[in-house]
Nanobody, 123 residues
């Protein structure tokens, strides 16, 4: 059982930055790969970023590569999504997710999800 609590969403102007945080319960955080996904209104959920349990080999979707960074602090059982150079098309509900074992860009591989946090980028 893993519980995920997200924070950091909000309203930002295009070109601005936000950092999302997702805190996980338990002391086995490093055993879980973590991912970030987003879902815009009327759209399907899409992959944003993922990272291995040890923090090695972060992987980002092409749409955010060069602008977003995923990182984790296992001492705090927290994963972060640093979002820079935000665009209106980044507007969505952002979800963090956890899975046992290796990283994945497939949402169906993740068994645990946060509640989601709204990110709105104005033009």
């Amino acid at each position: 059982q893993v519980q995920l609590v997200e924070s950091g969403g909000g309203l930002v102007q295009a070109g601005g930055s936000l950092r999302l945080s997702c805190a996980a319960s338990g002391r086995t955080f490093s055993s879980y790969a973590m991912g970030w996904f987003r879902q815009a209104s009327g759209k399907e959920r899409e992959f944003v970023a993922t990272i291995t349990g040890t923090g090695d080999y972060p992987y980002l979707a092409d749409s955010v590569k060069g602008r977003f960074t995923i990182a984790r602090d296992n001492g705090k059982s927290t994963v972060y999504l640093q979002m820079n150079s935000l665009k209106p098309e980044d507007t969505a509900v952002y979800y963090c997710a956890a899975k046992w074992g290796g990283r994945s860009s497939w949402s169906g591989a993740y068994g645990y999800w946060g509640q989601g946090t709204q990110v709105t980028v104005s033009s």
